[in-house]
């Protein structure tokens, strides 16, 4: 993968959910070429054999575009659904008495099965259950083993099979179920380089699935529970990355928490040095429309101008009906925010305090140092890939480009804020480091004969974590004649 990539003209990367719209291998290249850097696996749709055929065809375009592709696998996690209904729905009065049983039988206009024996352990009297997206809330009013009598504080029609959120209540649940871990087993085999885990409550949940995993992906953990915000520090510390599923938080906790919400965790997140995703409903329109509304584009936006690492699309890119056009739009948005005289101002250049090590401090200094020269790029050699993520947690002004000899670590990068990867052959010497860096700077369209260029990196060569040399180079433009 010696070939030059273009560089993106934004930092904040695009990740899109490959399903029935885009799995083909003509629609993965135009998402790829409108400015996809990571796809999205959902685990919870289709099976293993068109899995694996969709990270086949990832692969394949990887190859012919010479340009490193993150891929992800989102676990489905626990699903808390009801069961059915005689006449398929009912309508539920507010105020009305409704129970949840673990009868194994049709439900009616008093009851319902509720197959997950571990809520009714949960539950206290004045706990609300909230069905159907939220769009129905219960108030329980009294517990027993195997049943929980309830007030209907918001009525409406309930179908078969809606889903249960429990807010407030961490549910005596684990975050992989039978299904995940065969999914996860499966993904594994197919080296895929992100593990999204669905359902964290808890940082055990994420301990559970590292022990799993073995160092064999990164772990991204999907804050999609209010749970897991009182033991947040924790989460990060044992993840590599996490989601912030705005969807589903929107459904067990007041909307209007939400955005201050996003804010904290990307700050958060940036600061522990780990890669933050938003993500769910951010150009939702376009599952049907061809144009985003406003509100829509002034939430992707926002994100960029948050500094978050990446932004998602799921059903606009799985199952819309415009899924390149859905990228198109999420890539421009960027690139204009981006390139706004003030961006700079919006809050995604606000320092992040280094950690007191030498790693950090040169990579700090790094920064300040290209912005000072007005240096074209910032260059960094890693072996781990630590070298990489202190540099976007800088957020630099110049670009980054990082030169890895592996090409997993060069995948896993491409989920993270301005990182231009490229897998090649590691420096052997102080000399060969520094002509390297102008080299590929040149090749990857980053810097031009007269500019200045910052380089990072360890020494001894191939020393994972050991970021120990700033250097800066002039780049003469007669570096490609060698």
């Known amino acids: 993968m010696q070939k030059k990539i273009s560089p993106r003209q934004r930092r904040i990367r695009i990740i899109a959910t490959l399903g029935p719209a885009s799995r083909e291998a003509g629609t993965i290249e135009k998402l790829f070429e409108a400015g996809v850097d990571v796809f999205r696996i959902n685990m ?64 009616d206009q008093k009851r319902v099965r509720l197959p997950h024996s571990e809520i009714f352990s949960a539950l206290e009297p004045g706990a609300d259950l909230l069905l159907n997206d939220g769009k129905i809330r219960l108030r329980v009013r009294e517990i027993k083993a195997t049943r929980a009598d309830c007030e209907v504080i918001t009525g409406g029609e309930l179908s ?19 299904k995940d871990r065969a999914d996860l087993d499966f993904a594994l085999s197919l080296h895929v380089e ?14 559970e699935a590292r022990k799993i995993i073995g160092g064999r992906a990164a772990v991204l953990a999907k804050i999609e529970k209010p749970a ?10 044992l993840s590599d990355g996490i989601m912030v599923a705005r969807g589903d938080l929107g459904v067990e906790m007041p909307v209007e928490d939400v955005p201050g919400l996003q804010k904290m965790l990307i700050r958060k997140a940036r600061s522990a040095g780990k890669a933050v995703i938003v993500a769910t409903q951010m150009l939702e329109s376009m599952i049907h429309s061809p144009m985003p509304t406003r509100a829509e584009v002034s939430d992707v936006a926002t994100a960029v101008a948050d500094g978050a690492d990446a932004v998602m699309l799921s059903a606009e890119s799985a199952a819309g009906d415009y899924p390149v056009e859905a990228v198109r739009v999420m890539n421009k948005v960027a690139i204009k925010v981006e390139h706004d005289p003030a961006y700079e101002r919006y809050g995604v250049e606000e320092r992040t305090e280094p950690d007191a090590t030498g790693e950090d401090a040169i990579t700090a200094a790094a920064r300040q140092v290209a912005r000072t020269i007005n240096a074209a790029a910032i260059v960094t050699f890693t072996t781990s890939g630590s070298t990489a993520r202190r540099a976007s947690r800088q957020r630099p002004q110049s670009s980054i480009l990082v030169l890895t000899p592996k090409l997993q670590v060069a995948r896993r990068l491409c989920l993270f804020w ?18 390297k860096a102008r080299r590929m700077a040149l090749r990857q369209g980053l810097a031009k004969a007269g500019d200045r260029i910052v380089i990072t990196a360890g020494v001894p060569f191939g020393t994972p974590g050991a970021t120990n040399v700033l250097h800066i180079a002039w780049v003469s433009g007669d570096e490609l004649k060698r």
Request: charged share 30%; no cysteine.
């Open 418 to 435: 301005g990182l231009h990867t490229v897998k090649t052959r590691d420096a052997e010497s102080f000399e060969e480091m520094v002509g």
């Open 44 to 107: 919870s749709h289709g099976d293993h054999d068109d899995k694996r055929d969709i990270v086949d065809h990832i692969r394949k375009l990887e190859q012919s575009k010479g340009r490193p592709i993150a891929i992800m696998a989102d676990l489905q996690g626990p699903k808390l659904r009801i069961g059915t209904f005689k006449d398929g729905s009912v309508m539920l009065e507010d105020g009305a008495d409704f129970a949840l049983d673990l009868i194994n039988k049709p439900g």
């Open 228 to 237: 897991a915000l009182d033991r947040i520090d924790e989460i990060l510390e």
């Open 194 to 207: 992100w593990i999204a885990l669905s359902f964290v409550q808890r940082p055990e949940d994420v301990a």
């Open 160 to 178: 078969d099979r809606k889903g249960v959120n429990v807010p407030g209540v961490v549910l005596p649940i684990p975050a992989l179920t039978d």
